[in-house]
């Protein structure tokens, strides 16, 4: 039996549980921003580290290795620097300058593992002139320090301002990086594959943009569906939906006045679970909470809460750190601002001033950009699997993947109710189910940390094979007895058109049905039909086929001739013709075939003669 059900990737993903703050990987993990400042997040707990040799006034950016968390590439938008801390071969000259906001954020090529897109933003006070531009690094040069490639300061768009953000999109297939331009509400979204850099997608949405508003930051939520931006010249901020699938900003909503007498706006930046937005102005050094899930916009307006202030300098960037925590960069200062518990509403998110202390270094205006993906408070997927099928008819077999992010070198399977029930292998096929049910399937994996398990309860569907079917003759229709679906053969090929339940035949022959239930599962008959009057011919000239059963040789005899010329044709059960003649129809049938080199089983004898047929089924037995 064939089974007729679609097969369909079925992967579904766990969430181990029991992790608190974590991330799959270590893009962010080291740090590199203001004079000479550093930041190791490797060990779990932040660390001040001193070899960065980067001065960068504003934005920055960094990327990590993201098994090992060791710097790779850092920048100030306008110099990039290796991971031993030297300029990089043709790392000078980049047009993304370090008074921008958001200077520079560093992306891996999705088609390349050892490459990575360096995006930079002109800064305000050029007019935006240097516009928005990418180049691009090869790690594989330089014995793995890399080098910036001639691919560099490509266009992007332009009349630019300082804003630039980054996100995975929906299929975890690229990236969508978000611009802004110089005036007018127009954000324009770029979609980063391993086939490139796609044209801009561009949402008109939001307060256009003049005076001071190209200044300050931009900010995608740790799971994509939000991005917030300064509005520093009107004293506001900006919260949008963004569609990670497409690319559209929508759904604006204004926050209002901030501050209230124009300090300027600055930093902004969603709490890891994305419900809490944070506004931190630069003159006054306050900084201000909204909550998103409030409720009505008003709502979300009056939850405005000031939650902390910095007592002795400004407060710029904000960035959320591997640990959890909000970074707030104070210019001139040695140390950072931190929000201990950012998802906490009010008060509660325990805000100091002087949180994080910077040995032999000093904050400017900026931190490092990243994709904010990295940083989602969502635990780490652990155990991953994928399967061939998750609904199949009764005997059918599965074949199962292990899609696992924890590095395994260890797995155990368990399949209750399959066929073998367990495996050990990496990927283990062809798990066949005989009874019909619904059955789950664990996945153990086992690395150097341990063991970590995956059930997945009613994983697998399993559907009985329907009964045989009855054919009813009242020749010439033929009627099967009911099913979902069916179709009629004739001497085992399909016969076009013959769906429904019913079949009238026009010639004597082997006719078979296949019936079909609701999910796909199949079952069949097959019976030989004589119509009245068209075998006569051979009946009166004594036609016979023996021996049969045989092994594979068979002899055609007539007692008397056909007085018509005929020919004899065998076929197999794939409809491939073994055998053919034309015999004189004079003389007697005598005719000897020889199928002892074919492999046992049935095959098709079919004789023709003017406008009579003799069919008959052949056994070879071995």
Known sequence: MNKILSHTIATLIFLFAGISFCFAQKEANTWYFGNYAGIDFNSGTAV??????????????????????????????????????????????????????????????????????????????????????????????????????????????????????VIKNTAGTGYWIATHEWNGNNFVCFELTASGISSGVVSAIGTAYSNY????????????????????????????????????????????????????????????????????????????????????????????????????????????????????????????????????????????????????ASCTYGLPGFTENVLSSEPLQQVNLSSSDTNICKKFCIDFFDQSLNNPTGWQWEFPGGIPSSSMEENPDNICYDVPGTYDVTLI??????????????????????????????????????????????NSEDIPGATNQSFTVTQSGFYTVIIYEEHGCQNSVTEYIILSGVDDLFAESGVS????????????????????????????????????????????????VDLSTEPGGIYFLHITAGDYFLNRKLMVVH
């Open 545 to 592: 086929v023996y021996p049969n059963p045989s092994a594979g040789v068979f002899k055609i005899l007539s007692a008397s001739s056909l007085n018509i010329n005929c020919s004899i044709q065998i076929s197999n059960t794939l409809g491939d013709v073994l055998y053919f003649k034309k015999t004189d129809g004079t003389k007697t049938l005598e005719e000897t």
């Open 213 to 360: 508003n190209p200044i300050g930051c931009m900010k995608f939520s740790t799971d994509g569906s939000r991005l917030a931006t300064i509005l520093s010249g009107l004293d506001q901020a900006e919260v949008y939906d963004f569609d990670a699938s497409s690319g559209l900003i929508s759904n604006a909503i204004n926050l209002g006045a901030v501050t209230n007498n124009l300090p300027y706006v600055y930093g902004i930046a969603f709490s890891p679970n994305g419900k809490r937005l944070y506004v931190d102005e630069e003159n006054n050094n306050g900084l201000f909470q909204f909550d998103l899930d409030a409720g009505t916009l008003a709502d979300i307006i009056a939850s405005k809460t000031v939650v902390g202030n910095a007592t002795s300098s400004a407060m710029q960037t904000m960035q959320l750190g591997p640990d959890g925590k909000l970074y707030i960069c104070r210019n001139g200062m040695s140390g950072l601002a931190v929000v201990n518990d950012p998802d906490i509403s009010g008060l509660g998110c325990n805000f100091t001033d002087n949180g994080f202390i910077l040995i032999a």
């Open 48 to 165: 001040s580290i001193t070899n960065g040799l980067m001065s960068a006034f504003e934005g920055c950016a960094t990327i990590s290795d993201k098994n090992t968390g060791a710097i790779l590439i850092y920048t100030n938008g306008s110099v990039v620097w290796n991971s031993n801390h030297q300029v990089m071969a043709n790392g000078t000259g980049l047009t993304g300058n370090s008074s921008s906001a958001q200077a520079a954020v560093i992306v891996p090529d999705p088609g390349n593992s050892m490459q990575y897109y360096i995006f930079t933003a002109g800064e305000y006070y050029s007019g935006g002139s240097d516009g928005y531009r990418y180049s691009i690094v090869d790690l594989s040069q330089n014995g793995g320090l890399g080098a910036v490639t001639a691919v560099k300061n490509v266009l992007l768009y332009a009349p630019a301002c300082e804003k630039l953000a």
């Open 445 to 490: 994996t086992t690395n150097a940390n341990g063991n970590d398990t995956l059930l997945l309860e009613d994983y697998i569907t399993v559907y009985p094979t329907p009964p045989f079917p009855v054919i009813t003759q009242d020749l010439p229709l033929l009627t099967s007895s009911p099913a979902a679906a069916y179709q009629w053969q004739f």
